[in-house]
């Protein structure tokens, strides 16, 4: 982690403000750059005086929407159809789930785009369903601006009133995402066990009677 700070404050350093836009998107395609470090990190710079606070907030929301935007465009490449193909390969997953879940997405996309932004681990992949589902992209540029908005606003006051203990905010957030890659595991579960439960009911259904 101290790599990644080191690095974090280089860019900083010589880029100023677009760095840490630089860094925020970054973040959004490679995980390992964590945003609970980037934004306080950058609200701690503000402190110093070294950083303005707007600029920082809009530079950081950039990087936000544009990785965003990267990721919705890998959906869409991706496709629906790609991705038919791929349920009908695989065992317990069928195309007809594909529709489903971009039936639920084109009832709930908004705001799911919104409150994905607010969650660790789920805030970069929201945009690839909304790519696969095609979502309007002013609607998604807008969606994601509001929700990245708030995230990194809340990240960057945080780290600009702890200055010299900025990390806090990293320990905080570390235990909250711990309680989401929980629940998320637990919904994958009862997702898994629907599909097993519905191959074998479908099995039995098919087999010959004696």
Do not use: C, H
Request: proline letters at 4%.
């Amino acid at each position: 982690m101290s790599g990644i700070i080191d690095w974090i404050v280089n860019l900083m350093d010589a880029l100023g403000a677009p760095g840490v836009g630089i860094a925020i998107l970054l973040e959004n395609l490679f995980p390992p750059i964590p945003s609970e470090v980037v934004l306080p990190l950058g609200g701690f710079t503000v402190a110093q005086g070294s950083l303005n606070f707007v600029s920082v907030f809009i530079w950081a929301t950039i990087g936000s929407v544009v990785g965003a935007y990267m990721l919705y465009g890998l959906g869409a490449w991706l496709g629906a159809d790609r991705l038919r193909a791929i349920a009908d390969w695989m065992w317990l997953v069928k195309a007809s789930d594909v529709d489903k879940a971009l039936e639920w997405f084109d009832r709930y996309g908004k705001p799911s785009i919104f409150f994905g932004r607010l969650i660790p681990g789920v805030r970069s992949l929201i945009s690839i369903p909304a790519g696969l589902d095609r979502m309007n992209l002013l609607t998604f540029g807008l969606w994601t601006t509001l929700g990245s908005g708030i995230w990194n606003f809340i990240l960057i006051y945080l780290g600009f009133k702890l200055g010299e203990n900025w990390d806090v905010v990293e320990r905080y957030v570390d235990q909250y995402s711990k309680v989401v890659y929980v629940l998320l595991i637990l919904i994958i579960l009862g997702f898994l066990v629907f599909f097993i439960r519905r191959a074998i009911r479908e099995r039995n259904e098919t087999a010959p009677q004696a």
